[in-house]
T-cell receptor, first 110, second 117 residues
């Protein structure tokens, strides 16, 4: 079983919808939680970074962490076709290397 | 500059040949990480550096992979005697702090796509 589980999708939603992306993890020692966006043939781009349970908002993006359930989420409001990409969750293991989810491919239909 | 520069963008090697990849971290960033991304987005940690010192090399296949970060030079990742299974995109990331920068997280380069034929 992988340490971080993420549904690979694809997830297809109409423009303007609220998108919910999720990851679960098994190691309670994970400290920092991140969401990256990756366009095809590009490097991952950091969207959100959190280290405690609760919500963090940045523009149209909200990151949610529930350490008791080992569950993290990313919400995208007013989704745009330009949000179509692969979204990867990542969290820091021992020595701060990133442990990654498999990535969810998101498609926003105009 | 404010970007992590990776070269070359693409690299094709015959099986058994050597491959060398380069990464210039953002100026002032003390930490450098190398990741391998294979099919279906799977990222694998390889090695991390604190300045020129290896910080964590638990992900490195030591028999064929080596890496360096020397002062005033780009960091490098070298694969001796490449195998077909080494075909992947190799990403470098840098950060000023171990747990990330002011916004947290690590800044990634655009990657080097290695194809072993």
């Amino acid at each position: 079983q992988k340490e971080v589980e993420q549904d690979p999708g694809p997830l297809s939603v109409p423009e303007g919808a609220i998108v919910s992306l999720n990851c679960t993890y098994s190691n309670s020692a994970f400290q920092y939680f991140m969401w990256y966006r990756q366009y095809s043939r590009k490097g991952p781009e950091l969207l959100m970074y959190t280290y405690s349970s609760g919500n963090k908002e940045d523009g149209r993006f909200t990151a949610q962490v529930d350490k008791s359930s080992k569950y993290i989420s990313l919400f995208i409001r007013d989704s745009q076709p330009s949000d179509s990409a692969t979204y990867l969750c990542a969290m820091t293991g021992s020595n701060y290397q990133l442990i990654w989810g498999a990535g969810t491919k998101l498609i926003i239909k105009p | 500059g404010e970007e992590v520069a990776q070269t070359p963008k693409h690299l094709v090697r015959g099986e058994g040949q050597k491959a060398k990849l380069y990464c210039a971290p953002i100026k002032g960033h003390s930490y450098v990480f190398w990741y391998q991304q294979v099919l279906k987005n799977e990222f694998k940690f390889l090695i991390s550096f604190q300045n020129e010192n290896v910080f964590d090399e638990t992900g490195m296949p030591k028999e064929r992979f080596s890496a360096k970060c020397l002062p005033n030079s780009p960091c490098s990742l070298e694969i001796q005697a490449t195998k077909l299974e080494d075909s992947a995109v190799y990403f470098c990331a840098s950060s000023p702090y171990l747990a990330g920068g002011i916004r947290g997280g690590y800044t990634f380069g655009s990657g080097t796509r290695l194809t072993v034929v």
